[in-house]
C-alpha cells in the first residue's frame, strides 16, 4: 500500500506535470532548413484562446474535475501544486495547437478557423472523458497529417520539373496568400512526439484520483447521512394521515395482503 501511494504521489506531483511542461517546450520547437538550428517559436494568440477553449471543454467533459483539484480540504502546498499542474495543461494545450497549425499565411486562419468551429461546437455536445480524448485525437492527428505531411510537401523545395509546376499551380490558386514557411523533416518528428506526449498526459488525468476513493465513499456516506436526516425532518412535518397514507405506499404488496388474511 505505501508503494502504491508512493507511486501515486510520483505520477501526481513529478511525472505528469513533467509530461505536460515537456509538450510546451516541443511544441514550439522547429529546425531550421538550411543550418539545421532550433528555432523556437511562440504561439500566437489564436493558440491561446484555442487552449482556454480546450480547457473548458476539459471540465465540461469530466476530463478535469476541479472540486478534485482544488479543494479546501487540501493543503496549501497540495493546491498550489494542482494549480501549477493546471497551467501546464494550458500551456502544454496551446504548444500542441501551435506545432499542428501553420506559422503563418492563409492556411493558419483555415486551420484556426477549423479548430474554433470544432471546440465550439463540442462545448455544447454531451462528452465523456473517453470520447472526449477520442474526439481530440482525431482532430489533432488531422490537423498534423495536414500540416507536416500535405503542406509541407508543397513547401519542400522542389527538385523534379513537375513538382515546381504544380507548386506554381498551387500558389497562383492561392494568389499567393499561402507564405508556407520551410523547415526539416525532423520538425514533423518533433511534433508527433509531442503530440504523443499530450495524449498521454490527458489519459493521465483521468486516472489522478483514483487514490482518492476511500475519501469519496466517506464523502458519499456523510452526503447520504444529510439526505436521511432531511427526509426524516421532512416527515416529521406530515400529519398522522400523510404518515399513513406514506407508510401504505412504501409497504410492498405482498405484506399487505398478509395483514389483510
Avoid at 51 to 59: E, G, I, K, S, T
Avoid at 144 to 161: D, G, M, N
Avoid at 178 to 197: C, E, M, N, R, W
Avoid at 241 to 261: A, F, G, S
Wanted: aromatic share 12%; charged share 20%.
Amino acid at each position: 500500500m505505501i508503494v502504491r501511494e508512493r507511486n501515486q504521489a510520483v505520477w501526481r506531483f513529478l511525472l505528469l506535470p513533467l509530461v505536460f511542461l515537456t509538450v510546451a517546450l516541443l511544441g514550439g520547437l522547429r529546425v531550421a532548413i538550411e543550418k539545421q538550428n532550433f528555432v523556437f517559436i511562440a504561439p500566437p494568440l489564436i493558440c491561446l484562446i484555442l487552449a482556454a477553449m480546450l480547457m473548458l471543454l476539459f471540465v465540461r467533459g469530466g476530463l478535469i474535475n476541479l472540486s478534485a483539484w482544488i479543494s479546501g480540504d487540501y493543503s496549501l502546498l497540495k493546491n498550489l501544486s494542482h494549480v501549477l499542474t493546471l497551467v501546464a495543461v494550458f500551456a502544454a494545450s496551446a504548444q500542441a495547437l501551435n506545432s499542428v497549425l501553420p506559422e503563418k499565411g492563409l492556411f493558419l486562419w483555415l486551420f484556426a478557423l477549423f479548430f474554433l468551429w470544432t471546440l465550439w461546437n463540442n462545448l455544447f455536445s454531451e462528452f465523456d472523458a473517453k470520447r472526449l480524448l477520442r474526439s481530440l485525437a482525431v482532430l489533432f492527428g488531422t490537423a498534423f497529417l495536414l500540416k507536416h505531411l500535405i503542406l509541407a510537401a508543397f513547401a519542400a523545395p522542389q527538385e523534379s520539373f513537375w513538382s515546381k509546376i504544380t507548386g506554381l499551380i498551387f500558389e497562383g490558386i492561392s494568389l499567393g496568400t499561402l507564405d508556407i514557411p520551410k523547415f526539416a523533416p525532423l520538425t514533423g518528428y518533433i511534433s508527433f512526439f509531442a503530440l504523443v506526449l499530450y495524449i498521454v498526459g490527458l489519459i493521465g488525468l483521468t486516472a489522478r484520483f483514483d487514490e482518492n476513493d476511500g475519501e469519496n465513499s466517506q464523502g458519499l456516506i456523510v452526503i447520504e447521512d444529510k439526505k436521511m436526516r432531511r427526509l426524516s425532518t421532512e416527515i416529521a412535518k406530515l400529519s398522522p394521515r400523510e404518515k399513513e397514507i406514506l407508510l401504505e405506499e412504501l409497504t410492498p404488496k405482498n405484506e399487505r395482503i398478509i395483514e389483510v388474511e
